[in-house]
Every structure is written in structure tokens, then in C-alpha cells.
């Protein structure tokens, strides 16, 4: 039996067995299915945390692999990965292409954030400048063959003078691509430097703007990609979507709903907390691929108590969990963030999520994660 784990609030015990999830049972049929991954840093590089990132490659690899095998896609290169937290434009394209062969290699489905995060702070850039900067990357993506994730442009909220100039740079881009995008709209909760998005911080104007986009469009967008944390407005955008374009929930607060949908639509996923969920995430959709929505909300409503907490504000520090709990699952061999971001999150906040996660089930070796979490808190001075 685990021993008991001294934890901040009070000595914990933690569950003997975890989730008997085994690989290899299939992809998802009904919804369309993308974990966002994170990277996993190489502790043993001797930089600063605002030098470029050094990346433990293989770990990094291994970890999709894990999530390919549970028979989810993999969305790279995304805010999960740190993009403009750690991992600048040069980390991030060495890890598409290395993604990419690997997605090849396995047949697994991969989608790649493409972005401006290669132009110069400082003064406001041109929407030329913008414009180049995602053609760039985008060019990037199509070279090796993945699917774009277009992200909002922290760049092109300084260079937009209001939503003229949004339709205007989507529109140049959405007509260059070659194969049909996802759009992503990433609100402040997670990014500051994006309020205002679409030209106004009126939601209902910006998501006029957002569907003006796909409206014009919409034979070069698969879907979209909203997370913002608000489930009544993305079930509204959802509804107004041209046919064909999907929904891709982002909402780390409230997907179990969301991808069940109802009589009238769903959403597929692209989300960070299924980095953690991965093989739970999988099964309960495949239990919803049954016609099964009871058996779906089951096994994944029970994960939103841990996701709100991994997601609560900040809420872009999210990834300190994500990465922490990878770590006491044992997908890498550390605790080491790129830019060192593990120093984002306190330990009683920490400390919960090991429980939560641990009354899911989620670590395939319990005993490995509790000694980890002791070792954590040997070092923080907080073992009893």
C-alpha cells in the first residue's frame, strides 16, 4: 500500500490503482480529437531563463507518441507548448518539423500553430510585417505537411487600427492557403497582450468579426478553435457556422458539455487539459462514439473539478500543471520548465492538483507519482 503523501492541507492516501487504459484501442470516430502537447525542457542546460529554449527532444517526442497512441491527435507548437512563455519562433519550428516526421512515421494526425511570434518587440509593426510573418510560418507548416492552426497574433493586435484590418490579413492569408485551416481565438485569460481581438473588447463585435472571417471564407477553413471560457458563446458561434466548418472547444471549463452537444450540433476538442487526459480523454469519447452520452459525461465530467484548477487565473500559467503532472505520471524524469515556468504555480496549488489528478486515476504508477510528490516537497521544505 502507497504510503500516506504529507501534503499542505493535510496528510493524504493516495489510490493503489490507476485507470486501466492500455494504448492501442483505437481513434475517435465521432469527434474530432486534438490534445495540445507541451515540451519538455533539458534540465541540464546551462542557460538563463530568458535565453532560447533547450529542449530534452526525445522526451518531447516520446510524449506524442504517448498521446498518438491513445488515439488522439496532437496540436503542436501551441500556447501549451509554451509559444511566447519560453519557446520562441526558432524552438517552435524545430519542433514542427520534428513533430511532423514523427506524425508521419506513426500515421498520427498533427495540426501546427502558426503565428507572428518572429517579429521584434518594440515599436508597433506594419500589417505587411504581420502579414510576412505568417506567411513565413505557414509555409513552414504546408513544407511538412501539417495541417495550420492560425493563432492570434499578439503582433497584429498592436498593428490593427480596428476589425477592417483583421478581415483584411485573414482574408490574404486564408486565400494563400493551400488546404483548409483551423482559425484560433485565444482570449485574454490566457494571453494579456491579445485583449481586444477581432478589433473591439465588445465579444459580441468580435465575434461578428470572427464570423465575417469564415463567412467570407469558408471553403479554406475546417474549423475554428475558440477559448475563451465561456460555453454560451461558443454553443452561439457554433450554431452560426457556416456547414462544414467545425467547432473545435477550447474550453478547459466546460468540454465535457460542449463535445456532447446537443439536438442541434457539438464541438470537436483541441484542448491543453487532454495533455494530462490523454487516454481518458480518448476512452470517454470512444464511449461516446457508441451513442453512449451518459457513459461519456461519466468519465469526463468528474476531470473538470482538476481541469478549473489547472486553468484558474492566472490562467496562462496553466502549463506549470500540465507540465507537473507529466512529470508524476512519468512521461519525462523531471520537473523543469522552458524559461522556468515551474516556478509559476505555489505548492499548495501543486499539491491539489497531485490529489485530483490521483483521484482520477491518472497515474499509471501511484507509487512513483507519491514518492515524486514527496520529493517535491522535501525540496520545498514543506514534508512533515
Known amino acids: 500500500m502507497t504510503a500516506v503523501v504529507p501534503l499542505p492541507r493535510g496528510p493524504y492516501t493516495p489510490r493503489s490503482t490507476p485507470l486501466d487504459l492500455p494504448p492501442g484501442a483505437g481513434t475517435p470516430s465521432s469527434r474530432t480529437v486534438f490534445s495540445a502537447a507541451h515540451v519538455v525542457a533539458d534540465p541540464y542546460a546551462d542557460i538563463a531563463p530568458d535565453d532560447p529554449a533547450a529542449v530534452d527532444w526525445e522526451s518531447t517526442l516520446a510524449f506524442r507518441r ?20 519560453g ?9 514542427i518539423r520534428r513533430s511532423a516526421a514523427e506524425a508521419k512515421a506513426m500515421g498520427g494526425r498533427i495540426a501546427c500553430g502558426v503565428g507572428t511570434d518572429q517579429l521584434p518587440g518594440g515599436p508597433a509593426p506594419t500589417l505587411a510585417e504581420v502579414t510576412a510573418a505568417y506567411e513565413e510560418q505557414l509555409a513552414l507548416a504546408e513544407e511538412h505537411g501539417v495541417q495550420p492552426i492560425l493563432m492570434a497574433s499578439r503582433a497584429l493586435v498592436r498593428a490593427a487600427r480596428g476589425p477592417e484590418d483583421y478581415l483584411a490579413t485573414y482574408a490574404h492569408l486564408l486565400r494563400q492557403a493551400s488546404e483548409p485551416v483551423i482559425l484560433h481565438w485565444l482570449g485574454p485569460m490566457f494571453d494579456p497582450a491579445l485583449e481586444g481581438y477581432w ?18 471564407h469558408p471553403d479554406k477553413v475546417d ?35 460542449l463535445i456532447a452537444g446537443d439536438e442541434r450540433g457539438f464541438s470537436h476538442a483541441l ?25 461519456f459525461r461519466a468519465l469526463l465530467d468528474p476531470t473538470v473539478e482538476l481541469s478549473r484548477h489547472l486553468f484558474q487565473r492566472p490562467t496562462r500559467f496553466y502549463k506549470t500543471g500540465v507540465v507537473f503532472l507529466a512529470w508524476l505520471a512519468g512521461h519525462q524524469d523531471h520537473f ?4 522556468g515556468l515551474q516556478s509559476a504555480r505555489s505548492l499548495p496549488h501543486l499539491a491539489t492538483a497531485y490529489e485530483l489528478a490521483d483521484g482520477l486515476g491518472l497515474f499509471p504508477d501511484p507509487d512513483l507519482a507519491a514518492h515524486r510528490m514527496r520529493a517535491l516537497l522535501a525540496v520545498h521544505g514543506g514534508a512533515r
Not at 504517448?66 to 512563455?85: I, K, N, P, S, Y
Not at 452561439?236 to 467545425?246: A, F, K, M, N, Y
Open 87 to 95: 519557446l520562441d519562433w526558432a524552438g517552435a519550428a524545430e519542433l
Open 223 to 257: 474549423g475554428i478553435k475558440i477559448s475563451l471560457l465561456d460555453a454560451a458563446r461558443e454553443i452561439d458561434v457554433r450554431r452560426r457556422l457556416p456547414g462544414g466548418v467545425r467547432c473545435y472547444t477550447g474550453d478547459d471549463f466546460n468540454y465535457p458539455e
Open 271 to 295: 484542448l491543453g487539459i487532454f495533455d494530462p487526459l490523454g487516454p481518458l480523454a480518448a476512452h470517454a469519447v470512444r464511449v461516446l462514439d457508441t451513442g453512449d452520452v451518459a457513459g
Open 66 to 85: 504517448h498521446l498518438w497512441a491513445h488515439g488522439l491527435g496532437v496540436a503542436e507548437a501551441m500556447d501549451t507548448a509554451q509559444r511566447g512563455m
Open 199 to 216: 478589433g473591439s473588447t465588445d465579444l459580441d463585435e468580435a465575434t461578428d468579426t470572427f464570423l465575417k472571417v469564415i463567412a467570407e
Open 336 to 339: 523543469t520548465m522552458v524559461g
